[in-house]
């Protein structure tokens, strides 16, 4: 399904009156005028209305990556190549993966994904109606800032949504402001639900009051500081005392909006402390980490390592020729994600995408030489020097491609987690279907296979003996020399 027919689906969406005169015709024409006429129309029925600044700033986001990617012949990119753009975008900016945007592919030359993960969410007809407003012609600058801005909208109004049923559960007025005690508690409620992962249990007051229970000190210190910098910004705290406690509705929504878009990056310390956990168990090879001490960790450690080998092939993150997983692979997989929305999940950052935005700011190319990528990663490395072995190997990638070398290619991307083995995933295997799934998903999927996707608790105490042993006659052969 090309991107131009699911465009139109996501900005269309957003469009929440049934007004003739604000819903968008299946039957417009290809032209540029009327391209320009929609997406304006679009951006004016975003629940705050068009916000030019905002759209600028979502352009100058996406330009170093868009400048770098290979255009049709109308100077435009094709669904690929935008899936990646968007993808990359939200989760470095919101730590967001997007259901439709999920990385089954590797690179923005390998993103080919089934249209079924977007129409779960998307109505049929909108999505339909694409091709007669696009056509075939690709996406510009300008129309995936307006897909971005979309994105966003829709996400937004399901928070909205969400607050408004809270709201509702808790019997509290939406006109006026609410004291500073109940204010406190919708946002306190409100997070225990997001962060509650789609947990059918989280339905009543008491389910939620539970949850909430369960936030932790650092958790509760950062939601007061988010509605104190929201109540500060939208100049609601009162002039005299100072006092920023006492929410409106539309103050709330502010809230409930940033939670969304600030908890990816509050979220990183827990992605840091799993990788560094994995880091640790290391064993001869930077970024694998041994089955057997995967294994055992997830019985003494805070982590809860207990995938099968199967499922953590499917995911992408075994490398069979060792019998590890691999570090990079792993912590942004999907079992290590948040379903806080029937929209996207908050996984944890792809590390290596930083670098390579960084290549892309530098080089505003989509391809490059050999020695100039070197003189790049070298200047990030600095001041270590990459292997003659890795220079060889960028040179023989280069050799394939008329002496240059792609920077959204599978080749470069295995080149990447080869200088940066903890840091950048590894490219699955040519072909497969591998992507993010959850356990449940795989087993509804390969219901056949006999195996679970998490190994027992036996199997993983065995693990944790068999590790023992190993350390005990590591230390013992190391006491002997």
């Known amino acids: 399904m090309p991107l131009n027919r699911f ?8 469009v929440v009156t049934t007004d003739a005169r604000n819903t968008i015709s299946p039957h417009t024409t290809n032209t540029r005028g009327a391209r320009k006429s929609i997406l304006s129309e679009l951006t004016t029925n975003f629940r705050r209305g068009h916000e030019e600044e905002h759209l600028r700033e979502l352009e100058a986001e996406l330009r170093p990556m868009y400048v770098t990617m290979r255009k049709n012949e109308h100077g435009s990119v094709g669904f690929a190549q935008a899936r990646y753009a968007m993808h990359r975008l939200f989760v470095e900016q919101h730590g ?11 690179s923005a030359e390998d993103s080919s994904t089934p249209s079924d993960a977007l129409m779960k969410w998307m109505p049929r007809y909108l999505v339909n109606a694409v091709e007669q407003l696009l056509g075939t012609h690709g996406v510009s600058l300008r129309e995936l800032a307006v897909l971005a801005a979309t994105f966003e909208d829709l996400i937004h109004k399901e928070a909205a949504g969400r607050l408004e049923e809270l709201y509702d559960l808790l019997n509290l007025p939406t006109s006026g402001r609410i004291g500073a005690a109940d204010s406190q508690k919708v946002i306190m409620y409100y997070t225990a639900m997001y962060t509650s992962g789609g947990n059918t249990t989280v339905r009543t007051v008491e389910d939620i ?29 009162d002039a005299a005392s100072g006092e920023c406690d006492k929410l409106d509705f539309p103050s709330a929504t502010r809230v ?11 979220n990183d310390g827990l992605c840091q402390d799993l990788k560094s956990t994995l880091m640790r168990s290391e064993a001869n090879q930077a970024g694998m980490v041994p089955l057997s001490h995967f294994y055992a960790e997830g019985v003494k450690g805070s982590w809860n390592f207990s ?43 792809n590390e290596c995408e930083g670098k390579l935005a960084h290549l892309e700011k530098k080089l505003a190319t989509s391809s490059a030489v050999p020695a100039r990528i070197i003189e790049l990663i070298e200047a990030l490395l600095a001041p270590q020097k990459l292997s003659q072995a890795l220079i060889e190997g960028l040179t023989a990638l280069a050799l394939q491609d008329d002496g240059w070398v792609s920077l959204h290619s599978r080749g470069f991307a295995n080149w990447m987690h080869q200088v940066y083995p903890r840091d950048c995933p590894r490219p699955h295997t040519p072909g497969s279907t591998m992507g993010p799934q959850t356990p449940d998903e795989w087993l509804k999927e390969d219901a056949a296979k006999p195996e679970a996707s998490l190994v027992s608790k036996e199997e993983l105490d065995e693990a944790h003996k068999v590790n023992k042993i190993v350390d005990a006659e590591v230390d013992h052969d190391s006491l002997m020399v």
């Open 96 to 106: 967001w993966t997007i259901a439709g945007l999920e990385p089954w592919g590797d």
């Open 7 to 14: 465009i139109l689906g996501l900005v269309a969406a957003s």
């Open 307 to 349: 995938e099968t080998t199967d499922y953590l092939r499917e995911l992408g993150a075994m490398d069979e020729e060792s019998s590890s997983v691999i570090i990079p692979n792993y912590v942004s997989s999907r079992p290590n994600c948040l379903s806080a929305s029937t929209i996207y999940m908050v996984c944890c950052r």
């Open 256 to 266: 409930v909006e940033e939670i969304g878009e600030k908890y990816g990056p509050f």
């Open 209 to 237: 009051a539970h949850r909430k229970a369960g936030l932790d000190t650092r958790t509760v210190r950062w939601l007061t500081d988010v509605r104190h910098q929201i109540m500060e910004r939208e100049s609601q705290c």
